[in-house]
């Protein structure tokens, strides 16, 4: 079980399993005498909108509603609107590769000794970013059972990245699929390691 602000969000593998969930979170909202609304309810779903996320038993994707209202929007203007819109692409960090790497000018952007303009490289990155988040891979879900693997990279000098994989049997066939991705920008003193170090 789930519970965010005022939202309830019970799964399970099977139909026996979720009923006797609901069951449960009913009784207990029962005894501590709260309600809930019939109507903004949904039972035994197989994918859900969360959170700016459709999720389902297999994987969580990137809501492509809440993603397709970034195209619309033109290059921030001033340092708020940047960042906000580096805010709305943390977000969704777990599904964009190296995003730190892609954000890092744009966030230096954002720093107080820094005049705000958008140069054409700046809103490339921009525009980068806005695409990955539409055309972002759908994450699968993590198989406790199976193995994993972590691919880092530290390749670029004031950055760190990586990538958890698993493979997975889906539709029939094994594949590897990505679980998330992290990525993170270094701090001052681990930006002077060697690439042995980082990694």
């Not at 952007?109 to 700046?122: A, G, N, Q, W, Y």
């Not at 993590?142 to 193995?147: G, S």
Request: some cysteine.
């Amino acid at each position: 079980m789930v519970v965010y602000i005022d939202d309830i969000i019970t799964y399970s593998e099977t139909l026996e399993d979720h009923v006797q969930y609901i069951d449960r979170v009913l009784s207990k909202l029962t005894t501590i005498n709260l309600k809930i609304a019939l109507n903004k309810s949904n039972f035994g779903q197989q994918e859900l909108l969360a959170l700016g996320h459709k999720v389902s038993g297999l994987s969580q994707a990137i809501y492509q509603k809440k993603g397709a209202a970034v195209p619309q929007k033109p290059a921030p203007k001033n340092i708020k609107e940047m960042k906000y819109f580096l805010g709305y692409a943390s977000y969704y960090r777990n599904h964009i590769k190296n995003l730190s790497h892609i954000t890092s000018s744009l966030y230096r952007l954002c720093s107080k000794d820094v005049v705000f303009k958008i140069t054409k490289e700046r809103r490339e990155e921009y525009e980068r970013i806005k695409h990955d988040i539409i055309n972002a891979p759908v994450p699968i879900l993590p198989d406790f059972e199976r193995p994993f693997k972590l691919y880092i990279d530290a390749s670029h000098s004031q950055e760190l990245g990586g990538a958890l994989h698993q493979r997975q049997i889906v539709d029939g066939e094994p594949k590897e699929g990505v679980i998330c991705y992290i990525s993170r920008q270094l701090k001052d003193l681990e930006a002077r390691y060697g690439k042995t170090q980082t990694e």
